[in-house]
């Protein structure tokens, strides 16, 4: 391989490139561009950028021969291991460790250790930190331990790790915006329109301190929760959290985090998506905003039940009817549609309101005028799957009944037991000796005149079907709260201290990023169970003064993950040396 540069104007790139035979002829072959002058002075803080390329060049032809480099291992079965030696490294964390670089993490760790005096090594604690949250989520503990099952080794103490925990909650802003900014140098972030949702994490502790509060668990746990606040992006990346005391209203929730989006991501035109828990008209109200500084909007979920009659009686009627993707001037009637054959079809209609709400405004209460496009869509496929869940929630309420279960208790609103009516007097209103459950039909009756619709209101004046398509990604927020809870295991929360519980979720929305970043670099062929567990089998067994040797099976998605990060672990040993390169790598920027 040789180094060879083209000229531009004043500006001068460089590459490598290798001379290789094809049809007999002899062709060149670019490996790799290394980039500009300025950009490799800037990025790797040279002042020499071809001295810099010309020794990467030699690296790059000392790598090439060890890769055909042969080791002999003798073994004898008489001998016995040393005593305490690590034999075994995990070196599936090399990718996120890619990723994490890449998004600059590690200069934003430098930054913040510039303000604070410590001696530890931040980035290694964070890093780490988010490592194991992915391949091995558990205690603060335990994520030290086996962050030391890592090729490389860490360079700090437990101790360090809950030290950091304050200085990472101190900086939590910070952090948030300087990832926000840092990423969009990557790619760009569709921010057009963002997606907004709450949820909350338990605590195994019996008393409420600080953020620590009892309230609506989603879990229906009677243990004290935090109510963490969530953005997420159009590619389902995250953008910004925050944490609330888990009695506070989610209603409450939005303006806040979304007032600091603005002032510290540099985020002023975007349309925010939510559901209908949080439609409240002061939310409504706060993103109906036009003006020279930017403009807000709003798509939210609408609960057709709590329509008023006139718009419910419009919304329900089964006359009036567009299909989606088809012609404007034809309208159906769902009485008349088939089973068969429109299952797969969306139907939608829409008009324009205008309602009086009351609203709260920089801690006024205020009346103002809310003019929002309805939209109500209804699908054969989304009646039916409406229905089905029902169906299992009626047999587990006739179960109880026979068990001789009563109405008593919550009644939420998938709880089966809203299903059953509990009679304390007998047909001719006396009171009777015992109390009599059964069915109550018409609750069923009622529900099923709502299913198969759907609404949204919006602010927008784009077509319905814009509209319907943009809210249909909602559940992407919904997946990323789920691989949180179960795949990265951040409940239940064993830090007590309020700043180290807002480090364990800055950790988790790192990790977050960074694993949706590896997911769109793979594709997104590849689910999380699959990723994950690939990572975590990407074993070695470290043979001194020779190499590491692959303990784990090649398969297409190691395969991959190689072509995808420009690296390759997937030889029968990989060098020292090399290993060390690889190392390397996955900690330089790019060009």
Known sequence: MRLGWAKKGNSISYYVHKTIRVDGKNKSLVIKRFGSEKFICETYGVTDAKAWAKEQVRLMNEAEKEDSASFNIELCAGTDLVMDEQRRFNGGYLFLQDIYYELGLDKICRTISSRHLFE?????????????????????????????????????????????????????????????????????????????????????????????QYGASKENRPLPIVEMRLF????????????????????????????????????????VCTDAGLSSATNRYFNSYDKDDGCRSFITAQSIKKLKSYLKEWALDPRGWLLSGGPSDITYDIRELDDEDDKDKIFFKSRWIKEKSVITDNGTTKTVVIEQQLIVSYSIKYRDYLRSIRNGQVERAEKMVRAGESSCGGKRQNDPKRFIRTDHATDDGEVAGKSVSCIDRSVIEDEERYDGFYAVCTNLEDGPETIIKVNKRRWEIEECFRIMKTDFEARPVYVKRQDRILAHFMTCFIALIVYRYLEKKLGERYTIDQIISTLQEMDFMKYEGKGYQPVYTRTALTDALHEAFGFCTSKQIVPIKKMRNICSQTKKPRA
């Open 232 to 271: 997420m992006d159009s590619d389902g990346i995250p953008i910004a959290f925050g944490i609330s005391p888990g009695n506070d209203s989610e209603q409450n929730t939005l303006i806040p985090l979304e007032k600091k989006m603005v002032e510290k991501f540099d985020m002023s035109s975007f349309v």
């Open 120 to 212: 530890y090594d931040l980035d290694d604690i964070l890093s780490r930190l988010v490592y194991t949250r992915i391949l091995c989520p558990s205690s603060k503990k335990n994520s030290f331990e086996d962050s030391q099952k890592f090729i490389e080794q860490p360079s700090f103490e437990l101790h360090d790790i809950y030290r950091a925990l304050s200085v990472i909650a101190e900086e939590s802003d910070y952090i948030q915006s300087r990832l926000f900014k840092n990423s969009t140098e990557i790619s760009s972030r569709k921010t057009g329109v963002v997606y907004y949702d709450c949820t909350n994490f338990y605590f195994e502790i019996e008393q409420t301190e600080d953020d620590k």
